[in-house]
């Protein structure tokens, strides 16, 4: 044996590797769940894969369902909507993707999001390039030719961080936009053909699918040079089942598929209204680097109630945007840039998509919309 070989041997670490069988909705959004429990107590860290049995929407935690989801149309066509633990866009999940999730210890992830997705996802982007494929990594996706092909998102829980991602095999942009909230129908066939232009998949790229058992194959390859581990085959303990399936089971109430939509039941509106001479309800989308939506209901020159949704990532702490929300209420409109910083400061939220500056951007374009100005 040399010694670059050795030196290899000695430093590798041991990693789980965890197939699945095709799992409905609610088990896919907790599996990951399950598993940081474990690696948060002292389990391997573990690559988990598997596909989706049906085809489901997906909804970021921060997210409210009646802003983002055609319920219309998943309801007439049993589709399930599940809200999962991971912050970011809704997506609609098929068989037509094989999903992973990245399960380590937090004090071996980096702590900032660019530093832990350039980590984690490395190894997913050089198997896309084994395939011939142009793939990069940008942001916290893998895009070939500038075109999405893998969506990825991040959490912490407990000791454990959590990277979940998909590679597209094949994307149908036409259904995926009947599940999709749009204003209007002329509207879902312009998204559709956007969608096209920014997604694509294997299929796409390649004119067929590889078989998956392959591509799997491949990812373990990548994740064993890339990180200088090495996988024991392995199925999740007793522990973590019985875990998943108690997750799953609480995932499917719809309490917590409308926690977002519930806390704020009086402040469903895309429009800005004045009420009366002293009360006002407007709404705001604002594009930073994540999409930040804010409905905010002023009465007597304060913030009476105020929800913040949007396609973001909160890494930690848990609970943030929801104590942000309660923080701000009732808050005079003309300190809330200080209550801004007062609450980032103490909080020290890690976040993927925004800022404290751009949520002060995004407050004072609401508060100058004429609606509120009449009533400040």
Known sequence: M????????????????????????????????????????????TLLVFSAREPFVNVGVHQEVWLEVNLEFTKANGIPVVRRDIGGGTVVITPGELDYFVVVRRDEAPSDPVSLYKKYLTPVVNVLRSYGLNASLRDQDVVVNGRKISGNGAMTHNNAVVIAGNILLDFDADF????????????????????????????????????????????????????????????????????????????MREEWTYYKDNRHPDLRTERCVKITGNVAVCHLDFKARKLVR???????????????????????????????????????????????????????????????????????????????????
């Open 2 to 45: 040399n010694i670059n070989s050795f030196f290899f041997r000695r430093y590798e670490m041991s990693w789980r590797f965890v197939s699945l069988p095709p799992q409905d909705g609610y088990h896919m959004v907790t599996s990951f769940v399950a598993v940081a429990d474990y690696v948060s107590k002292g389990g391997k860290n």
């Open 176 to 251: 995926v936009s009947k599940c999709i909230r749009v204003p209007s129908e002329k509207f879902r066939d312009k998204m559709a053909k956007d969608m096209n232009e920014w997604i694509t998949s294997m299929k796409r790229e390649l004119g067929c699918v590889p078989p998956e058992e392959e591509i799997v194959k491949r990812l373990k390859t990548e994740f064993e040079r890339e990180l200088r581990v090495k996988f024991e085959d392995s199925q999740l303990t007793p522990e973590e089942i019985e875990l998943w399936n108690k997750l799953a089971e609480e995932k």
């Open 294 to 376: 804010i409905t905010a209901k002023i009465v007597d020159r304060k913030l009476d109630e105020v929800s913040i949704s949007g396609d973001f990532f909160v890494m930690s702490p848990k609970g943030f945007v929801e104590k942000l929300e309660d923080s701000l209420k009732g808050t005079p409109v003309d300190q809330i840039f200080t209550k801004l910083d007062e609450i980032f400061t103490r909080e020290k939220p890690v976040i993927f998509g925004f800022d404290v500056n751009d949520l002060k951007k995004a407050f004072e374009e609401l508060l100058n919309k004429p609606e509120v100005r009449e009533v400040i």
